[in-house]
Protein backbone atom coordinates (compact mmCIF):
# COMPACT_ATOMS: atom_id res chain seq x y z
CA UNK A 1 0.00 0.00 0.00
CA UNK A 2 1.54 2.91 -1.29
CA UNK A 3 1.45 6.27 1.05
CA UNK A 4 0.46 8.30 -2.19
CA UNK A 5 -2.60 7.24 -3.98
CA UNK A 6 -2.62 6.90 -7.81
CA UNK A 7 -5.29 5.32 -10.05
CA UNK A 8 -3.72 1.83 -11.38
CA UNK A 9 -4.40 2.61 -14.79
CA UNK A 10 -5.56 5.19 -17.58
CA UNK A 11 -6.02 5.53 -21.41
CA UNK A 12 -6.99 7.83 -24.08
CA UNK A 13 -6.75 8.10 -27.94
CA UNK A 14 -3.98 9.84 -29.79
CA UNK A 15 -4.51 13.63 -29.78
CA UNK A 16 -6.54 13.40 -26.29
CA UNK A 17 -6.21 14.95 -23.10
CA UNK A 18 -5.62 12.91 -20.15
CA UNK A 19 -4.93 13.79 -16.35
CA UNK A 20 -3.46 11.09 -13.65
CA UNK A 21 -3.92 12.11 -9.82
CA UNK A 22 -1.89 11.70 -6.62
CA UNK A 23 -3.44 11.95 -3.60
CA UNK A 24 -1.86 11.82 -0.37
CA UNK A 25 -1.75 14.06 3.11
CA UNK A 26 -0.67 16.62 5.09
CA UNK A 27 2.73 15.48 5.61
CA UNK A 28 3.99 14.68 1.92
CA UNK A 29 1.74 16.43 -0.87
CA UNK A 30 0.66 18.90 1.46
CA UNK A 31 3.90 20.48 2.86
CA UNK A 32 5.77 19.67 -0.01
CA UNK A 33 6.25 19.76 -3.35
CA UNK A 34 5.32 17.30 -5.78
CA UNK A 35 7.03 15.66 -8.85
CA UNK A 36 6.19 13.18 -11.50
CA UNK A 37 8.19 10.17 -13.15
CA UNK A 38 7.96 8.25 -16.49
CA UNK A 39 9.08 4.79 -16.73
CA UNK A 40 8.93 3.43 -20.38
CA UNK A 41 9.33 -0.32 -20.75
CA UNK A 42 12.77 -1.72 -19.80
CA UNK A 43 14.04 1.48 -18.68
CA UNK A 44 14.90 3.48 -15.92
CA UNK A 45 12.44 6.45 -14.54
CA UNK A 46 12.76 9.68 -16.04
CA UNK A 47 11.86 13.34 -14.14
CA UNK A 48 9.09 14.67 -15.89
CA UNK A 49 7.62 17.41 -13.57
CA UNK A 50 9.27 18.49 -10.62
CA UNK A 51 8.17 21.73 -8.23
CA UNK A 52 4.68 20.60 -8.49
CA UNK A 53 4.58 22.41 -11.92
CA UNK A 54 8.37 22.79 -13.32
CA UNK A 55 9.62 20.88 -16.96
CA UNK A 56 13.03 19.51 -17.09
CA UNK A 57 14.90 20.55 -20.51
CA UNK A 58 13.76 18.65 -22.98
CA UNK A 59 10.65 17.62 -21.65
CA UNK A 60 7.78 18.92 -24.19
CA UNK A 61 5.00 21.64 -23.14
CA UNK A 62 2.62 18.48 -23.41
CA UNK A 63 3.06 17.59 -20.02
CA UNK A 64 1.88 19.53 -16.89
CA UNK A 65 1.42 19.40 -13.12
CA UNK A 66 -0.50 20.77 -10.62
CA UNK A 67 -0.98 20.91 -7.02
CA UNK A 68 -4.27 22.16 -4.46
CA UNK A 69 -3.69 20.97 -1.05
CA UNK A 70 -2.77 17.24 -0.58
CA UNK A 71 -3.25 15.84 -3.78
CA UNK A 72 -1.67 16.55 -7.04
CA UNK A 73 -2.21 15.95 -10.96
CA UNK A 74 0.08 15.11 -14.03
CA UNK A 75 -2.04 16.25 -17.62
CA UNK A 76 -0.51 14.83 -20.91
CA UNK A 77 -2.53 16.87 -24.01
CA UNK A 78 -2.01 15.70 -27.58
CA UNK A 79 -1.34 12.26 -26.42
CA UNK A 80 1.20 10.59 -28.45
CA UNK A 81 1.81 6.72 -28.51
CA UNK A 82 4.89 7.17 -27.15
CA UNK A 83 3.67 8.41 -23.81
CA UNK A 84 2.71 4.88 -23.22
CA UNK A 85 4.56 3.97 -19.85
CA UNK A 86 3.92 4.20 -15.69
CA UNK A 87 3.48 7.46 -14.44
CA UNK A 88 4.35 7.52 -10.48
CA UNK A 89 4.29 11.25 -8.15
CA UNK A 90 6.82 11.11 -5.43
CA UNK A 91 7.19 13.58 -2.64
CA UNK A 92 8.82 14.22 0.91
CA UNK A 93 7.20 12.96 3.81
CA UNK A 94 7.80 15.43 6.72
CA UNK A 95 6.33 12.06 9.27
CA UNK A 96 8.14 9.32 7.70
CA UNK A 97 11.24 11.47 6.81
CA UNK A 98 11.64 10.24 3.66
CA UNK A 99 10.52 9.76 0.31
CA UNK A 100 7.27 8.54 -0.53
CA UNK A 101 6.10 7.14 -4.32
CA UNK A 102 2.41 6.64 -5.62
CA UNK A 103 2.07 3.16 -6.56
CA UNK A 104 2.35 4.36 -10.15
CA UNK A 105 -0.69 4.45 -13.19
CA UNK A 106 -0.30 2.33 -16.67
CA UNK A 107 -1.10 4.92 -19.34
CA UNK A 108 -2.09 3.22 -22.68
CA UNK A 109 -2.61 4.92 -25.59
CA UNK A 110 -5.49 3.14 -27.29
CA UNK B 1 27.30 14.08 -20.05
CA UNK B 2 26.16 13.09 -16.64
CA UNK B 3 26.14 9.12 -16.36
CA UNK B 4 25.42 7.18 -13.17
CA UNK B 5 26.69 3.36 -13.43
CA UNK B 6 25.64 1.23 -10.84
CA UNK B 7 27.57 -2.10 -10.46
CA UNK B 8 27.80 -5.12 -7.49
CA UNK B 9 24.30 -6.16 -8.13
CA UNK B 10 23.84 -10.27 -8.32
CA UNK B 11 22.31 -13.29 -6.54
CA UNK B 12 22.73 -13.60 -2.60
CA UNK B 13 21.20 -16.27 -0.41
CA UNK B 14 19.06 -14.63 2.60
CA UNK B 15 20.12 -13.01 5.42
CA UNK B 16 23.39 -12.56 3.34
CA UNK B 17 25.28 -9.57 1.97
CA UNK B 18 25.77 -7.20 -1.07
CA UNK B 19 27.61 -3.94 -1.77
CA UNK B 20 26.03 -1.65 -4.52
CA UNK B 21 28.44 0.87 -6.26
CA UNK B 22 27.36 3.96 -8.33
CA UNK B 23 30.19 5.78 -10.32
CA UNK B 24 29.37 9.37 -11.14
CA UNK B 25 30.86 10.98 -14.04
CA UNK B 26 30.03 14.19 -16.27
CA UNK B 27 29.09 16.75 -12.70
CA UNK B 28 30.20 18.23 -10.04
CA UNK B 29 29.34 15.22 -7.63
CA UNK B 30 30.69 16.84 -4.37
CA UNK B 31 27.55 19.64 -5.18
CA UNK B 32 24.78 17.01 -4.72
CA UNK B 33 23.09 14.63 -2.40
CA UNK B 34 22.53 11.73 -4.22
CA UNK B 35 19.61 8.60 -3.20
CA UNK B 36 18.93 4.65 -3.64
CA UNK B 37 15.85 3.92 -5.39
CA UNK B 38 14.52 0.26 -5.77
CA UNK B 39 11.93 -1.62 -8.17
CA UNK B 40 10.28 -5.17 -7.28
CA UNK B 41 10.11 -7.31 -10.45
CA UNK B 42 6.48 -5.83 -11.85
CA UNK B 43 6.66 -3.39 -9.34
CA UNK B 44 6.36 0.28 -8.47
CA UNK B 45 9.18 2.26 -7.40
CA UNK B 46 10.65 2.37 -3.81
CA UNK B 47 12.77 4.88 -2.31
CA UNK B 48 15.61 3.12 -0.40
CA UNK B 49 18.08 6.00 0.85
CA UNK B 50 19.75 9.07 0.36
CA UNK B 51 22.85 11.04 1.57
CA UNK B 52 23.89 14.82 1.32
CA UNK B 53 26.53 15.90 -0.60
CA UNK B 54 29.41 16.01 2.38
CA UNK B 55 27.36 13.00 4.51
CA UNK B 56 26.28 14.97 6.89
CA UNK B 57 22.59 13.77 6.37
CA UNK B 58 21.29 10.66 5.71
CA UNK B 59 17.77 8.97 5.70
CA UNK B 60 16.51 5.82 4.93
CA UNK B 61 13.13 4.12 4.65
CA UNK B 62 12.03 1.73 7.23
CA UNK B 63 11.72 -1.09 4.96
CA UNK B 64 15.54 -0.85 5.36
CA UNK B 65 16.76 1.05 8.32
CA UNK B 66 19.43 -1.48 10.53
CA UNK B 67 20.38 -3.54 7.41
CA UNK B 68 21.33 -0.99 4.87
CA UNK B 69 24.04 1.62 4.81
CA UNK B 70 24.39 4.33 2.18
CA UNK B 71 28.00 6.02 1.82
CA UNK B 72 29.63 7.88 -0.51
CA UNK B 73 33.63 8.61 -1.54
CA UNK B 74 33.67 12.30 -3.02
CA UNK B 75 37.44 11.89 -3.92
CA UNK B 76 36.13 8.68 -5.91
CA UNK B 77 32.95 10.17 -7.10
CA UNK B 78 31.24 7.44 -5.93
CA UNK B 79 27.95 6.11 -4.20
CA UNK B 80 27.33 2.72 -2.35
CA UNK B 81 25.09 0.79 -0.99
CA UNK B 82 26.00 -1.06 1.76
CA UNK B 83 23.20 -4.36 2.12
CA UNK B 84 23.50 -6.41 5.03
CA UNK B 85 20.51 -9.16 6.44
CA UNK B 86 19.25 -9.22 2.79
CA UNK B 87 15.64 -10.65 2.59
CA UNK B 88 13.33 -12.29 0.31
CA UNK B 89 11.57 -8.82 -0.60
CA UNK B 90 15.05 -6.79 -1.12
CA UNK B 91 14.99 -8.47 -4.97
CA UNK B 92 14.74 -5.66 -6.96
CA UNK B 93 16.62 -3.60 -9.81
CA UNK B 94 18.69 -1.20 -7.63
CA UNK B 95 19.10 2.40 -9.11
CA UNK B 96 21.18 5.00 -8.08
CA UNK B 97 19.96 9.01 -8.87
CA UNK B 98 20.81 12.56 -8.32
CA UNK B 99 19.06 14.25 -6.67
CA UNK B 100 18.04 17.65 -7.61
CA UNK B 101 15.96 18.63 -4.78
CA UNK B 102 13.96 16.23 -1.74
CA UNK B 103 12.12 13.60 -3.77
CA UNK B 104 13.02 15.03 -7.27
CA UNK B 105 16.03 12.58 -9.19
CA UNK B 106 16.83 14.50 -11.82
CA UNK B 107 19.23 11.84 -13.70
CA UNK B 108 19.01 8.00 -12.68
CA UNK B 109 21.66 4.78 -13.91
CA UNK B 110 20.52 2.31 -15.30
CA UNK B 111 19.63 0.09 -12.69
CA UNK B 112 21.57 -3.40 -11.11
CA UNK B 113 19.45 -6.19 -10.08
CA UNK B 114 19.86 -7.37 -6.69
CA UNK B 115 18.01 -10.99 -6.81
CA UNK B 116 17.70 -12.47 -2.86
CA UNK B 117 16.91 -16.19 -2.93
CA UNK B 118 18.48 -19.50 -1.62
Known amino acids: QSVLTQPPSASGTPGQRVTISCSGS????????VNWYQQLPGTAPKLLIYTNNQRPSGVPDRFSGSKSGTSASLAISGLQSEDEADYYCAAWDDSLNGVVFGGGTKLTVL | EVQLVESGGGLVKPGGSLRLSCAASGFSFTSYSMTWVRQAPGKGLEWVSS????????YYADSVKGRFTISRDNAKNSLYLQMNSLRAEDTAVYYC???????????WGQGTLVTVSS
Open chain 1, 26 to 33: SSNIGSNT
Open chain 2, 51 to 58: ISDSSTYI
Open chain 2, 97 to 107: ARVKEAAAFDY
